[in-house]
């Protein structure tokens, strides 16, 4: 099982920035999948997760109405979209996935740092 995460990078803030997360060696249609973010010195805090097919999304109450994610199963591709960000928004940000349920996370990204700074 390998999940790539990509598309971090610094942006200031109030910008936009779209994390990807390509998976392989399962079968991706089955996993839900999520995003998770640890900034410098704290706890690791879940962001979002999307159901296997998309029906459903859940999101934490700092990202709600900023960031979006979503899925192309076709692609075996997971995506963040994250706008109006704020430096408290800076860490490393991972994408995970489990077949059992969205507040699980069994297999893991490398992660792709994101910082917001002006």
């Known amino acids: 099982v390998q999940l790539q995460a990509s598309g971090g990078g610094l942006v200031q803030p109030g910008g936009s920035l779209r994390l990807s997360c390509a998976a392989s060696g399962f079968t991706f249609s089955n996993q839900y999948m999520s995003w998770l973010r640890q900034a410098p010195g704290k706890d690791l805090e879940w962001v979002a997760s999307?159901?296997?097919?998309?029906?459903?999304?859940y999101y934490a109450s700092s990202v709600k109405g900023r960031f979006t994610i979503s899925r192309d199963n076709t692609k075996n591709m997971l995506y963040l979209q994250m706008n109006n960000l704020k430096p408290e928004d800076t860490a490393q940000y991972y994408c995970a996935a489990d077949q059992r349920s969205y507040t699980s996370f069994t297999f893991w990204g490398q992660g792709t740092q994101v910082t917001v700074s002006s």
């Open positions: 999307i159901w296997s097919d998309g029906t459903y999304t």
